[in-house]
């Protein structure tokens, strides 16, 4: 249908297009409307003016449909505000719109629906505004409902929806109900551009295009679609089916239809080809211009070309697209056809790479390479995939002979690839190769600089030297490898081959561990150290197959000496003393104690202050004093390393001049004394004492288990069973001390049997001498054959078991309850 369709020239034009306008002068303007009576209305006014004739036929020709009435409105009280378009305004429009030759074209109720749409836009209702009441920006609603902007530089314009205001050439024509201003253009509301813009996306000209079907394929595979049905404004050089095919044929056997981008990496080089063919912004043919001109691929430019007075279109590659079609509109910008896929430099870089061996096809097809190859076969961890995969890589390729010259400084256990056949080993190797292996970059010799450092797939750094034009490869060895042969480019990297295998640090430690004993072996092999070999057998707990293990460990070895002086300790004649289960079980302990698993922590590894904990589960401390290394244990005497860093194959030994004892031993040997609470439950004759400390309830077990001294007045089973009996028959036992008043009274009789802050020995205690309790009241000491200890009662109590010494105090054992007198008084 005409009315939606054939607008849509219009509607680009007016977009960005400046409409032809009147040039008459306002004197002539003026001349023409001379005579219009202010007594007539709008309509009458318009009826009577021969520029605003298309004005009146158009309000006439909406209102042929049923629901519209413009004349009989503008005819009524008003007020209003008309601008009024001049008839060559209306020529404008209607010769900017296909179909439309005249007004009489609106002839369906859609169109003329539109029309009286674009009309109301030109009128505001319930003022009739002069030029002089209009400000600079104000915006004004009308009858279609959208604003109109007031622009007062140099004249008065009108600001519609489009891009092109429209000029007041004639203002303040009065009439009986309003005031019309008349204007160049016609105005256009937003809802009618809308309205109007139904013309294709780029995407739906593509579609509609027979010759763009390779090019509608290629933008679904890259999932362009949506991006070419946005906004824009897009301007697309459109590759014709034969630049498509001209493509195809240039990539190979392997790329027979666009279905051949099948990878990821291949989908987005596609997609960033086409993208390389989009220009953020509108340019029509007139537009263009010889320069270069940026793409929707970032940092990717085309060049439009001035060739003998026509543009040509240049990529990345040596051939330009020829313009075969130029200025198809749609609504989101114009295309161009050209009969030429162009390339950006990603493409061209991918077309040649196409000609290219991998890295693993080069080394398979190169003699000299043949260990190499055998080398990542045996390591069978995926590098064959991986060097056949994208890239890019820089890989340094030893010859065979630098693989030979590897194998025999390892020595007789290694007589071919083959060899490394344990997981280690082959870890090992895993490493060595990947330290031939920089990822992410084709490093060729022009890319090297002297001094630098480069990381690699194994994780350690290769330095580069350039010397004697040669280009040298520095490893964690004293020996360089020279490159050969530099710069074989691959389709994923390039391949630098040279003579010698680099070795990571990891693979000089494996190479010198070659040499090393290990611990157990180094023990064996030192005299001084043999009785610790000994207690190793003693202790027979595998720690001798322990310590011959992988490891690694840090072993703490103690002289011939330092084992002399624990069994002079312990009152040992050797260490065939250790021969029950106990023993053996407290060597073992103390052995275990001296090792370190999971680290060989050399001498520099170790600092002051540090902790570090060992396999019996206790930590040894490290003291570092004039740059002297001691060991810390759980007695107050230190060990003195007196030789570091003897080197093992699965550790460091490090020997010193004393047996270290952790807390478990020493606990063993000579047990902790108790504190007073741990000493009651240890005696049976005390358990009545205890089930009361617990009964009360009042922190007591707490106070007397903290640190003190304490000296304790504690009574005997007998000495609790007499209270209750005392008591009366509500109390059979401590458990009817139930409410919080008795649990309180309870608390306070047993606070009245401590004494807080000293420790008194029987030996110190004097006749009458007075001890103040926890409770708040005294006691007092008789000594009467005896000691007594006097309460607020009338009979003493008896001290039968003296100075029972725990570790936070001492303990008296007494025949009687204590009492005070704040007790007695609330019993009476």
Do not use: W
């Amino acid at each position: 249908m005409k009315n939606l369709l054939q607008f849509r020239t219009y509607l680009l034009m007016l977009l960005f297009a400046t409409f032809l306008v009147s040039s008459c002068d306002k004197d002539d303007e003026q001349s023409v409307y001379d005579g219009v009576e202010d007594s007539k209305t709008i309509v009458e006014t318009a009826q009577e003016t021969d520029d605003l004739s298309s004005l009146v036929s158009a309000l006439a020709k909406a209102d042929e449909n049923e629901d519209s009435d413009l004349i009989g409105t503008l005819n009524g009280n008003g007020a209003f505000t008309v601008f009024a378009p001049t008839n060559e305004a209306f020529t404008d429009l209607l010769e900017n719109l296909d179909g439309f030759g005249s007004l009489d074209d609106f002839d369906t109720d859609e169109e003329r629906a539109l029309l009286a749409t674009i009309l109301q836009y030109h009128v505001v209702a319930g003022v009739a505004a002069a030029s002089g009441d209009l400000s600079d920006g104000q915006t004004i609603t009308t009858v279609q409902g959208e604003d109109l902007t007031i622009n007062l530089n140099n004249g008065v314009f009108i600001d519609d929806a489009t891009d092109n205001d429209a000029e007041v050439v004639l203002p303040n024509v009065s009439a009986s109900n309003g005031i019309v201003h008349v204007i160049n253009k016609v105005l256009l509301p937003q809802a009618i551009i809308d309205a109007l813009n139904t013309t294709g996306t780029l995407v739906d000209i593509v579609v509609g295009t027979e010759a763009l079907s390779s090019l509608e394929a290629a933008v679904i595979k890259a999932d362009l679609v949506d991006t070419l049905n946005g906004e824009g404004p897009f301007t697309v050089f459109a590759p014709t089916y034969d630049a498509f095919e001209a493509l195809l044929m240039a990539l190979g056997d392997d790329y027979m239809s666009l279905d051949d981008f099948d990878t990821p990496d291949e989908i987005e080089l596609l997609k960033n080809i086409l993208l390389y063919h989009v220009v953020p912004a509108k340019v029509l043919e007139a537009d263009l211009a010889a320069g270069d001109v940026a793409t929707a691929f970032p940092e990717n430019s085309l060049s439009v070309i001035d060739e003998d007075g026509t543009f040509v279109i240049g990529d990345a590659s040596d051939s330009n697209a020829s313009i075969t079609g130029t200025d198809i509109l749609a609504s989101n910008g114009v295309a161009h056809t050209i009969n030429k896929v162009l390339l950006p430099q990603a493409a061209v870089d991918f077309v040649a790479s196409l000609q290219l061996k991998n890295i693993v096809e080069i080394a398979i097809e190169t003699d000299d390479l043949s260990l190499l190859v055998e080398a990542l076969q045996a390591a069978n961890a995926g590098l064959v995939e991986t060097l056949s995969g994208d890239g890019p890589f820089t890989v340094f390729a030893p010859t065979n002979e630098a693989f030979g010259a590897l194998l025999d400084a390892l020595g007789d256990d290694y007589n071919s690839l083959s060899d490394f056949d344990t997981q280690e080993e082959i870890d090992l190797l895993v490493a060595i190769l990947t330290y031939h292996v920089v990822p992410d970059i084709a490093a060729f010799s022009t890319d090297l600089s002297d001094g630098q450092h480069i990381l690699t797939v194994q994780g350690d750094n290769l330095g580069i030297s350039l010397k004697d034009d040669y280009v040298h490869v520095v490893d964690a060895s004293d020996e360089n490898a020279k490159v050969v042969l530099p710069n074989v480019k691959a389709s994923n990297g390039v391949v630098h081959v040279i003579n010698k295998v680099l070795l990571p640090q990891v693979a000089i430690d494996f190479v010198a561990s070659l040499q090393l004993k290990n611990i157990v072996e180094i023990a064996i092999e030192t005299n001084d150290l043999s009785l610790l070999v000994k207690a190793l057998q003693t202790a027979n707990a595998g720690l001798v197959e322990t310590l011959s293990g992988d490891g690694p460990f840090t072993v703490f070895a103690p002289t011939n000496q330092a084992f002399k002086d624990l069994l002079d300790f312990l009152g040992f004649h050797g260490l065939s003393d250790f021969d029950t289960d106990e023993e053996i079980a407290i060597l073992v302990k103390v052995l275990t104690y001296h090792v370190v698993s999971g680290t060989a922590a050399f001498s520099t590894d170790l600092y002051d202050g540090q902790h570090i904990t060992t396999v019996q589960g206790g930590n040894v401390g490290v003291n570092i004093k004039n740059g002297t290394v001691h060991i810390t244990d759980a007695t107050d005497k230190n060990a003195t390393v007196v030789l570091p860093n003897v080197e093992a194959s699965n550790g460091v030994v490090h020997v010193i001049n004393k047996v270290l004892l952790p807390q478990e031993v020493l606990d063993i040997l000579f047990p902790p004394t108790p504190n007073i609470v741990e000493l009651a439950q240890s005696v049976d004759d005390l358990s009545l004492l205890v089930n009361a400390l617990i009964q009360a309830d009042a922190g007591l077990v707490e106070v007397l288990s903290g640190d003190g001294p304490f000296t304790v007045f504690a009574p005997t089973n007998k000495a609790f069973t007499d209270l209750l009996h005392a008591l009366g028959d509500e109390y059979n036992s401590l458990d009817d001390f139930d409410t919080e008043a008795e649990k309180e009274l309870l608390s306070k009789i047993l606070a009245y049997h401590v004494v807080s802050g000293s420790a008194v020995a029987s030996s110190d205690i004097h006749n009458h001498q007075e001890f103040h309790t926890v409770q708040g009241e005294s006691l007092f000491a008789i000594i009467n054959h005896g000691i007594f200890i006097r309460d607020k009662t009338h009979v003493d109590a008896k001290v039968k078991g003296p100075d029972n010494e725990a570790s936070n105090g001492i303990v008296h054992v007494i025949n009687k309850v204590l009492l005070p007198q704040e007790v007695l008084d609330a019993l009476h």
